[in-house]
């Protein structure tokens, strides 16, 4: 059975930084492709970054920049990097495995002073 635990939301001032993490198991990690999403209230969830398991990444244009995706394949986890962060950026974000076969319950991250 596949888990994902996303770890690391919270509440942070624009223009602030936050890690997110989200740690798999039950699944041969390092096969598959992982990515973060967000959905904010009253909009549609959305792709923020993913990552091959051969490290290729892709961003939102509304990250590219400020977010940065990574893997450690040896444990199990994949982050994401984000700075710069605005109030827009604010949402429950996500962990997905296999291009969106498997799901994480989610973080809340919320960007206000």
Known sequence: QV???ESG???VQPGGSLRLSCAASGSIFSIYVMGWYRQAPGKQRELVADITN???TNYADSV???FTISRD???NTVYLQMNS???EDTAVYYCS????YYWGRGTQVTVSS
């Open 3 to 5: 888990r994902l635990v």
């Open 9 to 11: 939301g919270g509440l």
């Open 54 to 56: 051969r490290g290729s």
């Open 64 to 66: 590219k920049g400020r």
């Open 73 to 75: 394949n040896a444990k």
């Open 85 to 87: 962060l605005k109030p």
């Open 97 to 100: 495995q296999g291009g969106g």
